[in-house]
């Protein structure tokens, strides 16, 4: 597998078919993979996979700096190619201009992430090539947010309760939105102060209302990759935020954002369709 | 001899702080998995090991992540300015690091340069640091190589150190320490010692007389270009500093408050004018490695980090100050060869 | 020129209460005496400090910066732009921008604003003494340069020529337009005002052209002269060969650097270009020293 992906890039480079493969790179075998940038054939041996590859390198696309060394390859999981097509929809990338290597994974962690005990695309979809094999098995709806359910049967004040006690460790690092790959604002409203709809300060109401906003501008918009929750130094699980959101956009809309390249964004598009039951 | 504690004495005395009203933070449990300094409302809520190091540092004790630097209250067209809530308690930090402890003396440089910033000052005189000494290290780990290292006395007013049997034994290096510890402490023959520490990641005293020249140098690039821009280094970090001035209030009045901010964030130097002195990531990486490693050694001495390995440790990307370190020290020594 | 003389603002009031003195964060009110329009979006306001006291003690050096703010709305960092000799109130100059100066736009007279300083380092207005001054601004950069004219015109005699050279987008932007006329009436003044190409009206006088080119045909005599340069950075870059052309040192060319601030006092960290904190150290730099610098600015 790693032979086919070191060829992989290597062609791509040699060929000029790209100028920059987007990969993962590891120092340290006991550490963790980290992004890297290959440019020259010769280095493509730095490219690594295992199950140490955590980041959604598709966050990189929309990067400045990345976007100036020109034509880029990424590679990406399952769940990381579903944001591939969510960018693409959204046209923040030209889907032709980009060559994404899909890598068959099972699972990355140990032991796995809680993304990956509930993954049905073990096999990357939508992508230009997938190196590798895994199996993937199917997931029943209710299992994807099996989690939730301990915490809907709280009451909505031990809820508050809960996120408050979480959000009170929140730094506004932003960590979990610079690596959110759907965080591709130029200037996202936490930066705007004109008017200054989020405070900047790192109280738990500011923080509160940072989260909040930010879950609602991802729903229907979040592939679940939870980069946020692994980049949050404090360990706050906002995977339990985006959950509930992508439950509500599944069951009310039958859409899960980024498992089929033709359907239209849940929030941009109406049909006569909808449910219009979540309007209380 | 030496002066030893046991573990029941030292919850005991935590007790008796927290009874007496004195505010004290110490490492404990946030969440599964989740280790930070936070207040302690019981003794038991005080871890002393089980973990590396907690996921914030104790300068939120000194420096918070947001303060209240006076209230305004708008009159029609006359303000009234009120000074903040005295800072007057007396507080205690207990289980620190050394490389959390050793950061305080460095701050100390900056926040009295030349104006004298009151709130950090004060905190500082009311504030005593009984430190932990480290037992384990992690790979993130660095204080050996900025000169510091597991049982570095640097900033703290007591020492512990873990003794077979539950007990620790108690160094007081200030007063401070002293008076905290009087009477608390028994005579033994058992004295505490910490293997040693983290193998050196980098040569200190090579990159101090190399960096300032290589402002230039490509490495900035190589090694920080995924950086993704966040501010989990510095918020983590014991020794960053940097803030923001802002006014949080309605049309009656508010308060103009000190909050934490990062050079990594694009907006940090953004002028008004639409010009930014640092436009790429790699430029604002440089800065964070330089300020640490040129520009405050330069102005006050010491160099801007204690080796805590916060800034890789919670970063996405694996980059921090050791990392970029690592890589400039290797590329900068085979140009020259 | 370095202004980081050691200050001692420790109080000692035992409560733990921070004193009025000791907050160094904390402002002096100021009244808004008089608001002008200077162009479509530039203004400047005149303060008088609240506590009669406290304007009787103030005192300041042309060059240095004020912290500036709108109760509610934060802080904006701005040259004081009125000359050092004027004892009863001093002014500033906004483009309205942001978050601040948006709100500052509003203000009127009898407002209270909030000011702390006077920071950083100053013109060397002593050491200029018996030289012939030549300053070089554009666009909102007129400000930062008029309190060191006016303050020039005020000891006239201590001063040989002076040039100015200001030029704007448009006729529309020059800001401080009644000065510049008044200026230029002066004994031994010689104003020099353009516009870039296309914004110029039809009655105007003044020169069609970017300032470099427009300093560079100015044939302004450089022998015991020393400049002050404060622009947009484009302006700058290209001004600066034009003026070692005519002769000048790098010693004798000035500028003040205008990074991002928010605290003013060399904690906040943000100002700095390489190893100098803009607040401190500067804001004056001469181009010598500028070489020094790393590109961070």
């Known amino acids: 597998m790693l032979n ?67 034509r880029a390859a990424v590679l990406v999981k399952g769940c990381d190619a579903k944001s591939v097509v969510v960018l693409a929809v959204e046209s923040q990338i030209d889907r032709q201009s980009v060559v994404v290597i899909g890598m068959a994974c099972n699972g990355v962690g140990q032991p796995s992430l809680a993304k990956c005990r509930t993954c049905d695309v073990h096999m990357p979809r939508h992508t230009d090539m ?69 405070k900047t300060s790192a109280t738990t109401m500011g923080n509160l209302a940072w989260q909040i906003n930010r879950a609602f501008h991802l729903a229907s918009r979040c592939v679940g990759c939870d980069e946020c929750t692994r980049a949050c130094p404090a360990g706050i699980n906002l995977r339990l935020l985006n959950l509930m959101l992508a439950q509500a956009t599944e069951e009310q809309f039958d859409y899960r954002p980024g498992m089929d390249k033709d359907a239209q964004p849940v929030l941009g598009c109406f049909s006569v369709k909808d449910k219009e039951c979540f309007i209380k | 001899m030496s002066e030893v504690i046991s573990a029941r004495a030292l919850r005991e005395l935590i007790g008796g702080w927290l ?34 190091h907690p996921h914030n540092s104790i300068k939120e004790f000194f420096f918070p992540r947001h ?60 504030t005593t640091v009984v430190t932990l000494a480290c037992r384990e290290h992690d790979h993130e780990c660095f204080c050996t190589s900025v000169g510091l290292g597991p049982d570095a006395e640097r900033g703290s007013d007591v020492m512990l150190y873990e003794l077979d049997g539950d007990m620790y034994e108690v160094r007081c290096v200030t007063d401070k320490g002293g008076n905290l510890m009087a009477g608390r402490t028994e005579t033994s023959q058992l004295t505490g010692s910490v293997p040693p520490g983290p193998a050196k990641k980098f040569d200190l005293a090579y990159l101090r007389e190399t ?40 049309a009656r009045g508010g308060i103009r408050a000190k909050n934490w901010d990062a050079c990594q964030f694009p907006m940090f130097t953004l002028h008004a004018s639409g010009h930014n002195p640092r436009n790429t990531q790699p430029q604002r990486q440089r800065q964070r490695v330089m300020h ?18 916060n800034c890789t440790r919670h970063c996405s990307v694996h980059l921090g100050v050791q990392t970029v370190l690592e890589a400039a020290e290797k590329s900068w020594r085979n140009a020259t060869v | 020129m370095c202004a980081c003389e050691a200050r001692d603002n420790t109080d000692s009031l035992a409560d733990g209460t921070i004193s009025r003195r000791e907050n160094i964060y904390q402002p002096s009110l100021m009244e808004v005496l008089q608001v002008r329009r200077q162009s479509a979006d530039v203004k400047s306001v005149r303060l008088r400090f609240s506590d009669e006291a406290e304007g009787k003690a103030f005192s300041f050096k042309v060059g240095q910066f004020g912290i500036f703010s709108l109760f509610g709305y934060g802080e904006s960092v701005f040259n004081i732009c009125s000359s050092s000799n004027w004892k009863d109130y001093i002014e500033f100059c906004f483009r309205k921008t942001g978050r601040v100066t948006n709100a500052l736009w509003n203000i009127e007279e009898g407002d209270t604003l909030g000011f702390r300083g006077p920071y950083g380092n100053y013109y060397p207005m002593d050491a200029w003494r018996g030289k012939n001054l030549i300053f070089i601004g554009g666009g909102i950069a007129m400000p930062p340069i008029r309190c060191a004219i006016w303050y020039a015109l005020e000891q006239r005699q201590d001063y040989g020529d002076i040039t100015i050279v200001y030029g704007a987008r448009t006729v529309g932007d020059l800001v401080y337009a009644d000065e510049l006329d008044e200026w230029a009436t ?29 300093t560079e045909k100015a044939g302004i005599a450089a022998s015991n002269a020393v400049a002050l340069v404060i622009g947009p950075p484009i302006m700058i870059k290209y001004t600066l060969p034009v003026l070692a052309k005519m002769g000048l040192a790098d010693q004798d060319i000035y500028t003040s650097l205008e990074n ?21 150290e500067g804001p004056v730099f001469t181009l010598e020293q500028i070489r020094l610098l790393p590109e961070d600015f």
């Not at chain 2, 209240?68 to 009120?82: D, F």
Request: proline fraction near 6%; glycine fraction near 8%.
């Open chain 2, 211 to 250: 960096i300032g020249s290589k402002f230039e140098s490509p490495v900035w690039t190589e090694a920080t270009l995924r950086c993704m821009a966040c501010g989990a280094c510095a918020y983590t970090c014991p020794t960053c500093h940097c803030f923001d001035i802002v006014d949080e209030g309605n």
């Open chain 2, 292 to 309: 640490k490693f040129s520009i405050y050694p330069d102005k006050f001495g010491d160099v801007l980090c204690t080796g805590c390995g």
């Open chain 3, 186 to 214: 002066r004994e031994r003044v010689r104003v020099v005002r353009c516009v870039d190409p296309g914004g110029e009206t039809p009655d105007w006088k003044g020169e069609i052209g970017f300032v470099p080119t427009v």
């Open chain 1, 130 to 198: 997938v190196i590798g094999q895994a199996a993937d098995h199917a997931i029943e709806a209710k299992d994807r947010y099996a989690e939730l359910a301990e915490m809907m049967s709280k009451s909505a004040s031990e809820r508050l309760a809960y996120w408050g006690q979480e959000l009170s460790r929140c730094v506004k690092c932003y960590a979990c939105r610079q690596v959110c790959p759907m965080c591709y604002c130029e200037r996202c409203v936490a930066d705007k102060n004109q008017p200054q709809v989020i």
């Open chain 2, 67 to 126: 303060e209240s630097l006076y209230e305004y209250r708008i009159e029609g067209k006359k303000i009234a300015l009120k000074n903040p809530e005295p800072l007057a308690d007396e507080r205690i930090v207990i289980g620190a690091r050394p490389c959390d402890a050793a950061a305080m003396p460095i701050l100390d440089h900056v926040f009295n340069w030349d104006f004298k910033d009151p709130f950090y000052n004060r905190r500082r005189e009311q």
């Open chain 3, 260 to 280: 991002r601030m928010k605290c003013g006092v060399g904690k906040c960290g943000r100002c700095n270009s390489g190893p100098v904190y803009v607040c401190k």
């Open chain 2, 19 to 52: 009874k007496a009203g004195i505010r004290v933070a110490g490492p404990r449990r946030v969440a599964t998995d989740q280790v930070a300094y936070a207040w302690l409302d019981r003794p038991e809520d005080c871890l002393l090991g089980g973990y590396i």
């Open chain 1, 4 to 70: 086919d992906l070191r060829q992989t890039a290597r062609q791509l480079l040699a060929d000029k078919k790209v100028d920059v493969v987007i990969g993962y790179g590891q120092a340290d075998p006991a550490g963790p993979a980290y992004p890297v940038f290959i440019t020259r054939p010769e280095d493509t041996e730095q490219l690594v996979f295992n199950d140490r590859c955590y980041n959604n390198l598709t966050t990189f696309l929309t990067r400045k700096e990345i976007r100036a060394m020109g």
